[in-house]
């Protein structure tokens, strides 16, 4: 699944290939992932990309396309003579002889299309917390999130109404830098604990950012474009490998039906 190094990415390749073209016909072959009138773009420019933690936003016109990728989504940028693949679900055709489209082989992406004013508002947009860079994301906004929390600190870093961006393999990755169980309450995380977790989510974010995120399974920015931070990734998919701090086995466990990785004697309950 892309998190928020990858869609940035996403968001910087597209801006160099359709930043300015306009949308000449749109090709809906499965309507089901839509929510609004995505007709209202035809004839409209792409003015600007940006991004809300994983969510890209699509500013045209006057009209925003709002779109989640979720685990398998894709955009390609291609020629529009290059016959349609199976999992292609909307083909924007554009000004230029080429097409946007989007692909996604397990369907569970999504797309909204509201008028641009209205973008911050909607409530997929607005119940999102703070972005890992966000300067206003510290130890105080963090432990009034967590307290009272009985789940564990796994599933509440993957919860997008705390730290907006982060999937499973960086929570992964902050836990294991922060020298935290994956298990622990979040009522029960120090002061010191949230701070390394913030510290950590801006860290990794940033780096995996840099080395244009991580390939794993299916992520590509774009056709042809993999990133590399899956070479740097410390103990996400390492189950069975000895641990880099001390050399314990890594194990894997699952937790709300996603592999967790963690080091049992570096990362304390
Ligand atoms: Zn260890």
Redesign the pocket.
Known sequence: MPEIAEVRVVRDTLKKQILGRKIKKINVLYPKMIDGNINLLKGLTFKDIKTVGKWLIFDLDKFSLLSHLRMEGKYFYEDSKTPIEKHTHVVFSLDNGYDLRYNDTRKFGKMIICDTSDVYDLKEIKKLGLEPDNKDLNEAYLLEKLKNKNKCIKDLLLDQTIINGLGNIYANEVLFAAQISPFKKGKDITKNEAENIIKFSKEITDEAYKWGGSSIKSYTSSLGVIGSYQDFLKIHKKEGEN??????IIERVKISGRSSYY?????HL
């Open positions: 641990c880099p701090s001390c050399n314990t080091c049992k004697n570096c990362q």
